[in-house]
């Protein structure tokens, strides 16, 4: 069978994702592979294929033993034999299993490091024909990451143990390239293949959101966004986990906690029901989420800071595994910053390390407060390549939040810090400031200082406010004693002397938070699926999964029933060509998802021939097709793509995704308007030819400056070469 067959009949997909392919046929070639790719980038098929291609058994290395079963139950459901060994088996199961794996049973094995290298598993696997070895989560055998697995050390030892060195292949969504570099080696890859794709997400939308009320911003969320599908809402502490699902339950939401504190049977099954969509919210500390691997969670809101930049990623990454449109909120407190910051300092860390937890903090901060591209403070935090300063998907992007000057503010807080020689705290200082007759003040003489009452215009939570903003943004120092102190910094000064104006997010209105608009330029599902019959299937696929014990992902996907509520399928043929839907997939559930969208559409008089026409154009979102409209009809009065840019306001990456886009739709583009010199074409060319068109950026760097990014991307367009 070939590779894209054998996408389609067991996977039901019709292309491979960015990077899968060339593991893939490496593999296949019998070369030893290394992929790196993003969470939810595809990692599982670039093995799982291959070992159904495969002559004898694939043995995949996992870390999670939470996950194994999930990966058997889809394998299974897609036909291919699959199992897995780890230490909840009782001896009797895993005796079976060996006797099963010995008979060829199955095509792929699951199993933990820690079983690698015991006596009985050695002796299993003398007898049997090992396809290939995959290492998943291969960054676990670095010390320098945070998912550090001693076990993972013991798989070199394994491989050289067997008497015929199958092809082995490893996987990491890890960022950062010495772990890469580390991979191989301790693996012992040989003369493997890399392949290393970006770490955008282009499906999730990043927001910072500042708000007065935080739970009345996360009420109107949850009322107007993803009303049927599931989220995670992180919070820093237990108690704040405990409160905020009592208090969303109050709110008729249906929610569950989650922290480590809960005893382990509530925990799991909260756990349980919410990834088997029997409630819709999670509320956790950040104890929440390893080795959950959900593929339709659509919103990860952050109720609380996370901990530094690196926490962040990793938590929100959580959403949208799936590549379907996902939110990614971080609700903006000072007072919480001011909270971490007090954790590191309190903490035993050595110096070498505060320093970098501090960093990593104050990383975060800054993304919390810039008003540029989010994506791009995301990507830049990894290293990675920034091709386009905006990315019309995040929230800073889309609608630029007020920039409030508070420099004269911080001039009067600074300067009242200094005149009290730094021995007070917060409450002090904005008591001073407000001109308070408290007792202590005037015993104090506090009341004589020339800042005494030169705030009095301001309540005091604004004051506290902006004195943990300063806080926040290291212009304040502020001690993690019992009573903590306010102290100046070295940034102090400049600000007081007036050579540094200092800037401030304003808080969103509460009107305004939840009317941003979604500006998607990938090519996802358009919103205009029949939600009744979505509905209705999702009812069939809840039951047929409660009656299997799996969770319902397992069984179809939301993007699958939503293409079979946008096409309607209503035979065989039909019903193969949907998105995820294999064989195997058709022959278990085909007849029961078809008669249901039979029924629905007898019961509803339609006629599909006429929805597709009708009723799909006409609900097609009014706003997208204007959008590119209005860039075709700039492009059709003969404008170059940087004027055509400057007009429609977005980047001229964006106005050739939306030419792209009309070109789909049957419109004609001649690229060659855009290449301003022929010999150009030629250069890029040559240079695809050195380097492939894998990433855009090895192709770049080979390139004189003057080339740009646009100009690839055009000669790649023109040529079709992708
Ligand atoms: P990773 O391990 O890289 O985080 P997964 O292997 O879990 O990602 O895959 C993420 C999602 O992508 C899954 O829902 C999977 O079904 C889907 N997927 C994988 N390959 C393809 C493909 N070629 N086309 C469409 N969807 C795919
Ligand atoms: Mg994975």
Known sequence: MDIYKGLKNIFGF???????????????????????????????????????????????????????KDQVDSLEEMGIPATFI?????????????????????????????????????????????????????????????DFRPSYLEIPKFINSLDNRPVVSAYTATATREIVEEIKTLLGLRDPIVSIIGFDRPNLFYQVIKVRDKFKYLIDYLEENFREESGIIYCATRKTVGSLTEKLIEKGISAVSYHGGMDSNTRQKNQDDFIYNKVRVIVATNAFGLGIDKPDIRFV???????????????????????????????????????????????????????????????????CNTNKCLRNSILKYFGEEIEDEKCD??????????????????????SCIYRVRERYGATMITQILKGSKGKRILELGLDNLSTYGIMKEYTEPALKEIIM????????????????????????????????????????????????????????????????????????????????????????HDSTLKEMATYFPKDKEEFLRIKGIGLKKYENYGEDFINII??????????????????????????????????????????????????????PNTIIKHLERCEKRGKTVDWSRFIDDPAKEEKILKAIDQVGLERLRPIKEILPEEISYEDIRIIIIKNRLK
């Not at 296949?28 to 790196?36: A, P, T």
């Not at 595994?321 to 996902?326: F, I, L, N, P, T």
């Not at 000072?334 to 309190?346: A, E, H, M, Y």
């Not at 979102?621 to 940087?642: A, P, Q």
């Open 598 to 651: 039979r029924d629905y559409l007898d019961r509803n008089n339609m006629d599909i021939s006429n929805i597709k026409r009708v009723e799909i154009e006409k609900s097609l979102k009014v706003e997208s097709i204007d959008r590119y409209e209005e860039t075709y009809n700039c492009y059709l009065e003969g404008l170059s793509l940087e004027e055509i840019a400057k007009i429609r306001n977005f980047t």
């Open 301 to 367: 809101i952050h109720y609380n800071m996370p901990k530094n930049m690196e926490a962040y990623y990793q938590e929100a990454g959580r959403a949208g595994r799936d590549g379907e449109a996902s939110d990614c909120i971080l609700l903006y407190s000072p007072g919480d910053i001011v909270k971490q910051k007090f954790l590191i300092q309190s903490s035993t860390f050595s110096q070498e390390r505060e320093t970098m937890l501090y960093k990593n903090l104050q990383y975060l901060i800054d993304y």
């Open 469 to 556: 903003t300063l806080v926040a943004m290291d212009y304040i120092h502020m001690t993690a004693d019992k009573y903590p102190v306010l102290k100046l910094t070295s940034a102090s000064i400049p600000v007081l002397k007036g050579d540094v104006k200092v800037y401030h997010k304003k808080e969103l209105l509460e009107s305004k938070q939840i009317t941003r608009k979604r500006t998607l330029d990938l090519e996802y599902i358009d919103e205009n699926y029949d939600t009744k019959l979505f509905a209705e299937l999702r009812e069939l696929r809840y039951r047929l999964a409660q009656q299997k014990g799996v969770a319902p992902f397992i069984i179809f």
């Open 86 to 146: 780890n230490s909840t088996l009782s001896d009797r199961e895993f005796n079976i299993r060996l006797q099963d794996i010995k008979a060829k049973k199955y095509k792929i094995l699951y199993i933990a490091p820690e079983r690698l290298n015991t006596y009985l598993f050695l002796n299993l696997v003398k007898s049997i024909h090992i396809s290939m070895v995959a290492v998943d989560e291969a960054h676990c055998i670095s010390q320098w990451g945070h």
């Open 393 to 414: 998907n995040c929230g800073n992007c889309l609608s630029q939040s007020e920039m409030v000057d508070i420099t004269i503010e911080a001039q009067k807080i600074l």
């Open 14 to 68: 019709n292309e491979f994702k960015k990077g899968q392919k060339i593991l893939i046929e490496g593999t296949l070639e019998g070369k030893d592979v290394l992929g790196v790719m993003p969470t939810g980038g595809g990692k599982s098929l670039c093995y799982q294929l291959p070992a159904v291609l495969m002559e004898g058994i694939t043995i995949v290395i996992s870390p999670l033993i939470s996950l194994m």
